[in-house]
Structures are given as C-alpha cells and as structure tokens.
C-alpha cells in the first residue's frame, strides 16, 4: 500500500503539472495539498527511499529464481534511487548543493529535472517488483521446490 500511494503520489504531481498546469512548486501531489512542509522536506523523501530500500533487503529471502531475479533488479535501482536521496538530504543538512546549484540537486538531477526523474525513479523500482511478485505467485516446480512461503498457486494453476 504505501508503495502504491507513493507511485500515486507522484503521478497526482504530474498531473497538477502537465494536465492542470500548476507551477511546479504548487504541484504537491495530493498528501502536499494538506502537508506542504512535509511534501517539501528531504526527511520525508529520503525516509521512503530508505523504507523502500529495507523493505526490498527483508523481503528479498522469500523470492527464488525468476522471481529472485527481478526482486534483485528492483534491489539494485532503489539501492541507487537511496543514495541519490542520501546525497539531497545531506545537502539540505549541510546547505552546500552539488555544484554550488541553488537546491540540492541529485546526480541524474544534473540531467533530468526532479519530478520527472523521480516518477522515473518510482516506476523502475515498481516495475520489476510486480514482475517479481507475479513471477513468485506462479513459480516453475524448480523454483517452488526452493520457496520459503506456501502462498504461491498451486501446481495445477501456476
């Protein structure tokens, strides 16, 4: 659920952007609407970035083979993902941007614009877990001989 509101989060941002034409530093998505400071706080950015990141890593052991497979290329994006909202949070701390840029700024930021690498970012990381978690629930014999878990379908389905 809260990686499904997160994801919603930010394609509500887009919307207010790109459909509604709201200046981007009014477009909040829907949870900035009642909680501006929260929305614009890196703590909040980088606290899901690092929920996300745990939450992979303590699940991870209960995915094998194909599923494994995408769950580890969900891992490794939201690994990079975390470590570009370490690098905003400890710019927000310190107020020294990368380069001398006016906010903090990630390393892809230097490329792409915030929003929209972010929303990227999101549905990189979204993507292959939903792969994974459908990869998990319909495993090959092989890989359900392997599984930790009894909530894959069973054989006749899968």
């Known amino acids: 659920m809260v990686v499904v509101a997160h994801w919603a989060e930010h394609v509500a941002q887009a919307i ?3 459909v509604l034409g709201w200046p981007l530093p009014d477009a909040l998505g829907v949870l900035g609407e ?16 690092l929920l996300m990141l745990v939450g992979l890593v303590a699940l991870r052991r209960g995915f094998t083979g194909r599923a494994r497979t995408w769950w580890n290329i969900s891992l490794g994006i939201q690994i990079w ?18 380069l001398g840029r ?5 390393i ?3 490329v792409f614009p915030r929003m929209e690498l972010h929303l990227f970012y999101n549905a990189v990381v979204f993507v292959p877990m939903v792969v994974a978690m459908i990869l998990h629930r319909r495993p090959r014999e092989s890989e359900r001989a392997n599984m930790v878990c009894a909530c894959a379908s069973s054989p006749s389905y899968g």
């Open 34 to 49: 009642f909680f501006p400071w929260l929305v614009r706080s890196e703590w909040m950015h980088y606290g899901y970035a």
């Open 81 to 98: 993902h975390h470590f570009e909202h370490l690098l905003l949070l400890l710019q927000a701390l310190t107020h020294h941007n990368l």
């Open 102 to 106: 006016p906010a903090p700024t990630s």
């Open 16 to 18: 207010q952007v790109y």
């Open 108 to 110: 892809l930021q230097l």
